[in-house]
């Protein structure tokens, strides 16, 4: 299998400097994050909150703390938007930064967080940026004294953030990104997601991110997309955006919406048919596909070379009675690194519970999990 040239982080300096922190449980490592984001690499045009992914609202930062999420946090003060000290800190540094090394930041204003701070220091006149460790505040600064370094040096910025974080090697990419990856002909690992989805999120806190944390070195980058995001899972009318819904009382945009989705699903091979045993049923997430593109934009059948749908066993009476790891399946090429892996239990059809339905996930798919990434994007 072809694979793609290895990147090796560079080692992590701390400042010596008087800058603003705070250490959740006496951790003053770096914070490992696990994504980053490609969506903003052909944005030319910067403006008071480009390169930067907002948060639906209170709830969505609610759940990537409730999943103790690492991520980066910015919040705007509801009079800073429009300042011109926000627009020249944002340009010359968080701009520069995320363009240089694709971090995602997520931001939120500050009303939207409705009186709650969580551990920031907020104000309506600065920008504060939040770095979180397992959905805790670990590392905090703000752009509230215009004169300070922090402020006026891209160098002291960029020194704070890199004694902070570990760079992402795991990269959200737009509908159009992931297409032109099909027109190529360099093998790539893609995760379909649903930043919405619990059981996506449960293996993203736990199995997913250990084997990344587990890995500091010795692994390749590799792509994930949402399939919540407008063109995929919603659309954007007006500029209101509505998500699908399968609701007998669903809006017409909805049903839109819902039609695009169950379209994409077909089209990237989520889908299960007699061409495309690399799907499961009608299409579910979280799934990882290893692809082999052929140059031509084919997204279904022998171009899928390692296949995986995790999380999704159907749990009744103790039993596992519906999984994508059946018998038939594990005859697939897509699933040879794991018929060929040492792992115990290959098909999980039948086999006992092991607790509650995601702990009989997480307990038979683990090791089916790390056995795909060191198959895709490891070193064997």
């Given amino acids: 299998m072809l694979k793609k040239p290895l990147i090796l982080l560079s080692a992590f300096t701390l400042l010596t400097a008087g800058l603003c922190s705070c250490q959740s449980g006496g951790d003053n490592t770096p914070v490992k994050l696990l994504f980053g984001t490609k969506e903003f690499i052909a944005q030319e045009e910067v403006d008071a909150t480009s390169h930067m992914k907002k948060l639906a609202d209170k709830s969505a930062l609610d759940s990537l703390i409730e999943h103790q999420d690492n991520f980066i946090l910015i919040v705007l003060g509801d009079a800073h ?124 806190s736990h199995a997913y991110r250990s084997y990344f944390e587990s890995h500091p070195t010795g692994i390749e980058d590799s792509y994930v997309i949402d399939l919540d995001a ?82 999704n066993d159907e749990v009744q009476e103790g039993i596992i009675v519906d999984t994508y790891f059946t018998e038939d399946r594990l005859q697939l090429e897509c699933l040879s690194y794991l018929r060929e892996s040492s792992i115990e239990n290959k098909v999980l059809l039948n086999l006992p519970a ?16 790390e056995a795909f990434l060191n198959a895709s994007i490891g070193t064997l």
């Fill in 81 to 204: 938007e429009t300042c011109g000290c926000w627009n020249d800190f944002h340009e010359s540094n968080i701009v520069r930064y995320q363009k240089e090394t694709n971090v995602l930041f997520y931001y939120l204003y500050q009303r939207e967080l409705k009186g709650e701070d969580y551990g920031l220091d907020l104000g309506s006149e600065k920008a504060t940026i939040g770095i979180f460790r397992n959905g805790q505040l670990a590392y905090q600064n703000d752009d509230g004294k215009e004169t300070s370094d922090f402020n006026k040096k891209y160098s002291v910025f960029h020194s704070w953030m890199e004694a902070r974080v570990a760079l992402p090697r795991v990269y959200f990419l737009t509908r159009d990104q992931l297409n032109s990856l099909y027109e190529d002909t360099l093998p790539f690992t893609i995760y379909f997601s649903r930043q919405t989805c619990g059981d996506c999120a449960y293996m993203q």
């Fill in 230 to 311: 407008v063109g995929i899972g919603s659309i954007e009318k007006d500029g209101i955006i509505y998500f699908r819904s399968t609701s007998a009382n669903a809006t017409p945009e909805q049903k839109e919406a819902q039609a695009q989705y169950e379209a994409f699903k077909a089209e990237f091979g989520l889908v299960e048919t007699k061409d495309n045993p690399a799907g499961y049923n009608e299409g579910y997430v979280p799934t990882i596909f290893h692809i082999n593109p052929e140059g031509n934009g084919k997204k279904t059948g022998d171009v899928i070379d390692l296949s995986g749908v995790f999380y």
């Fill in 354 to 369: 092991r607790g509650d339905r995601r702990e009989t996930n997480a307990a038979y798919h683990d090791p089916i999990l």
